[in-house]
């Protein structure tokens, strides 16, 4: 919505023919809209007709975001590390060349970072690996400390500007609880502890997976603490995984059959995580049945 009103007013776009470029195996939620431009039929089946004016490319292919890319183009919406396709990080340069051709081609970059900014990828924005900074970003999830619902889009004056009083709210927004735990966790994240924690305990899991040489496992990657492990075929489903993960007292989830994802809070003691990673192998060594 800001977007599309920013680039009628600033941008001059012609009435009606406002594009966003999104990225294939993107997840930004589940309303009617944003279902909409899903390539995953279990979000998508069943809800049309949709809203038109987005184009969809590769995930990771700085050419065919270049390609997509036009005069009527007001956005590219994208997630730094794409979270319910498996915790997958694009290559590096990426988020650069997106950066620059959206500049160059006078869009917003807007940064869905509500599964992975706020210190879950050792840095307080993911975008951050690459020295990004976004236009917009979006943001729930942590910024509610894990105690309120509250999410926000964040972006400088002349985007957000473009609302004026009484053209925009929702029914829960501004909630004065929600926002002042909002604060609160705004100011614990200002000093970086929690975003160290992350980097560094995150560098270690992923090590300490990738050395027990799980023949059960395909591939182990992810950014800070939050890691994705695809299984290899045969090996059974990632949701039973998860389900015999719970009742060794690992609480992760699954996405795309195969793929486990690790998310342990910013707080996790080293003793914790190690005892944690200790069942992750336990039950990725015994065979599924």
């Known amino acids: 919505k800001t977007a599309r009103r920013w680039g009628y007013d600033v941008k001059d776009v012609a009435p009606d023919r406002a594009k966003i470029v999104v990225a294939d195996g993107n997840f ?9 431009f899903s390539d995953d039929p279990s979000a998508r089946d069943g809800f049309g007709p949709f809203t038109p ?9 700085a050419e065919a975001l270049r390609d997509a890319i036009d005069d009527e183009t007001v956005a590219f919406l994208v997630e730094p590390i794409q979270g319910e396709a498996g915790v997958i990080v694009p290559p590096e340069g990426y988020l650069r ?12 970059l807007m940064a869905d970072e509500i599964q992975s900014g706020l210190g879950r990828t050792g840095t307080t924005f993911a975008c951050e690996h690459e020295g990004v900074v976004p236009d917009v970003y979006i943001l729930g999830k942590a910024l509610g400390g894990g ?15 473009v609302f004026r009083p009484g053209e925009h709210g929702s029914t829960f927004g501004g909630n004065p609880l929600a926002c002042a735990i909002g604060i609160e966790v705004i100011d614990m994240l200002r000093e970086g502890t929690y975003q160290r924690r992350s980097a560094e305990l995150g560098s270690w899991a992923m090590d300490r997976l990738w050395d ?6 395909a591939e182990v990657r992810g950014r800070g603490l939050w890691i994705g492990i695809d ?11 998860c389900e015999r993960l719970m009742d060794h ?25 190690e005892w944690a990673l200790d069942q992750v192998v336990d039950v990725l060594s015994t065979p599924a049945g």
């Open 212 to 217: 027990a040489a799980l023949p059960a496992v």
């Open 249 to 273: 007292g690992i609480l992760a989830k699954d996405t795309h059959q195969q793929t486990i994802r690790l998310a342990p809070p910013l707080v996790v003691e080293r003793s914790d995580l």
């Open 97 to 108: 060349e997106a950066r620059e051709l959206c500049t160059e081609r006078g869009a917003l």
């Open 231 to 241: 299984l290899v075929p045969g090996a059974g489903s990632a949701r039973a995984a």
């Open 28 to 36: 930004h939620g589940r309303t009617v809209t944003i279902v909409g």
């Open 53 to 61: 004016g987005f184009r969809s490319v590769p995930y990771g292919d």
């Open 147 to 161: 105690i309120m619902p509250l999410s926000a889009v964040v972006a400088d004056r002349d985007v957000l500007g």
